[in-house]
């Protein structure tokens, strides 16, 4: 089990010397919720790639990386994001990222976010 965490605090730690060289984490005077457009753009192309290569498409799904980076810090996003990578390895180490109770807690935030940005910019 310790391994296990150790590999956990790992993978995060890597996760986020990423964003902070790569986005607003560099400088903490910058705000938390304001996502590099690299990361903006990484979204809209997987949203789009779900609901559409259309003008509409794009609009709406950057909306809903507008409300999800109000919602949810970028040092936050990156960690789910690294999560997310290593959930889909195989073996024991996914299975850490899965039982973890932050890990729960972070992905059920994210995917609230995701709730309410489709609410606003996905109307029925």
């Not at 996760?15 to 996502?35: I, M």
């Given at each position: ?6 590999v956990?605090?790992?993978a995060?730690?890597i ?12 400088n ?12 903006r ?5 997987g949203c ?9 498409a ?18 936050s996003?990156?960690q ?14 996914a299975?850490?990222?899965r ?13 609230l ?10 109307p029925?």
């Amino acid at each position: 089990m310790k391994a296990a965490i150790i590999v956990l605090a790992t993978a995060l730690s890597i996760g986020g010397a990423n964003a902070q060289t790569a986005g607003p984490a560099a400088n903490p005077t910058t705000d938390p919720h304001d996502y590099p457009t690299s990361a903006r753009v990484d979204y809209v192309i997987g949203c789009m790639a779900t609901n559409g290569q259309t003008q509409e498409a794009m609009e709406r799904c950057s909306c809903s990386i507008d409300h999800i980076a109000q919602t949810i810090p970028y040092n936050s996003f990156v960690q789910l994001e690294t999560i997310r990578r290593m959930q889909d390895q195989p073996g024991e180490r996914a299975l850490l990222f899965r039982s973890v109770g932050w890990v729960k807690d972070l992905q059920e935030r994210f995917r609230l976010a995701q709730v309410e940005a489709d609410l606003e910019c996905f109307p029925q």
